[in-house]
């Protein structure tokens, strides 16, 4: 068993933006509602298998604290089911970016989130 650490580095957060550009002009998308996920896969050697971002709209949520809520339910969900994903990944010798983007006006509870999640990790592992 490989010692597996549920963290959240730097390197694993998508804030360059030559990559974001990128991200969004040549990557693919699908809804797992409430989340748009846009993944690209990359055959440079970033330090991490998979680089994500986490996206909520000023214009449906106007109060800072309640997008950084949504932003830290979507991290969480991510965090603790990211080996899903990195996994096969690394098996194949693939990186990949993807963003995270909230697309609904409310805020669900987290275990919609954590499906939400399920669901996108599980598409996107098949996708790679």
Do not use: C
Request: hydrophobic residues 45%; glycine residues 2%; proline residues 4%.
């Amino acid at each position: 068993m490989v010692n597996r650490r549920y963290t959240l580095s730097k390197e694993e957060r998508l804030s360059w933006k030559r990559y974001i550009d990128l991200l969004f002009a040549k990557g693919q998308s699908f809804v797992a509602f409430p989340l748009r996920v846009v993944y690209l896969a990359v055959e440079e050697e970033t330090l991490a298998p998979v680089s994500i971002l986490v996206s909520v709209p000023k214009k449906k949520f106007r109060r800072a604290v309640k997008r950084n809520l949504i932003k830290r339910q979507v991290r969480e969900a991510y965090r603790v089911r990211k080996y899903d994903l990195i996994d096969p990944l690394t098996g194949k010798n693939k990186r990949m970016l993807v963003a995270f983007l909230y697309l609904d006006k409310e805020i669900h509870p987290f275990a919609d989130m954590e499906k939400a999640m399920t669901k996108a990790l599980n598409v996107l592992r098949d996708k790679a």
